[in-house]
T-cell receptor
Framework: QKEVEQNSGPLSVPEGAIASLNCTYS??????FFWYRQYSGKSPELIMF????GDKEDGRFTAQLNKASQYVSLLIRDSQPSDSATYLC???????????FGAGTRLFVKA | SQTIHQWPATLVQPVGSPLSLECTVE??????LYWYRQAAGRGLQLLFY??????ISSEVPQNLSASRPQDRQFILSSKKLLLSDSGFYLC???????????????FGPGTRLTVT
């Protein structure tokens, strides 16, 4: 079983729609959860992090965490073509300094 | 503010040649430093991490090595490159004092290595 799992996609949504990206993790004791955006050929950039159950909003982005279900998601409201990228879910493991990354979900926003 | 640099940006090396990639961080002290590799169309594979000068933890046994000769300098090396070493090499930094609960990491621009 992979430690951090994401649907590879591609996920295609029309411009202005809500994009929903999902991620599950295996380590029940994981503490912190991150979403990174990676444009083709570029390095990942941090969008949001969350560590408490519930929702965290930042502009058009909302991260949702459910530790009981070991599930974290990212919602992108009013999706724009510039949001087209690969979104990486990452989980900080219990103790230590390592972060485990999922393989990413490719998102296409159609104009 | 903090900045992370990596060089070179791209590199084409023959099989069996040595490798040295450098990463430096500005604007912070005692960062945690990380080397990742991303193969084409794949996720990030953690190679090494360091929590201090001279302290290196290896995650994947292979022909790569890492060193941290100075607080904000992290070097990835190989004595003899393999074809399978091709990929996008990313350096990242983090700091537990950035955020009490999160340990987020910030990535450099990366080095794209092609072994021919």
């Amino acid at each position: 079983q992979k430690e951090v799992e994401q649907n590879s996609g591609p996920l295609s949504v029309p411009e202005g729609a809500i994009a929903s990206l999902n991620c599950t993790y295996s380590d029940r004791g994981s503490q912190s959860f991150f979403w990174y955006r990676q444009y083709s050929g570029k390095s990942p950039e941090l969008i949001m992090f969350i560590y408490s159950n519930g929702d965290k909003e930042d502009g058009r982005f909302t991260a949702q965490l459910n530790k009981a279900s070991q599930y974290v998601s990212l919602l992108i409201r009013d999706s724009q073509p510039s949001d087209s990228a690969t979104y990486l879910c990452a989980v900080k493991n219990t103790g230590g300094f390592k972060t485990i990354f999922g393989a990413g979900t490719r998102l296409f926003v159609k104009a | 503010s903090q900045t992370i640099h990596q060089w070179p940006a791209t590199l084409v090396q023959p099989v069996g040649s040595p490798l040295s990639l450098e990463c430096t961080v500005e604007g912070t002290s005692n960062p945690n430093l990380y080397w990742y590799r991303q193969a084409a169309g794949r996720g990030l594979q953690l190679l090494f991490y360091s929590v201090g000068i001279g302290q290196i933890s290896s995650e994947v046994p292979q022909n790569l090595s890492a060193s941290r000769p100075q607080d904000r300098q992290f070097i990835l090396s190989s004595k003899k490159l393999l074809l399978s070493d091709s990929g996008f090499y990313l350096c990242a930094w983090g700091h537990p004092l950035l955020s009490a609960s999160s340990y987020e990491q910030y990535f450099g621009p990366g080095t794209r290595l092609t072994v021919t």
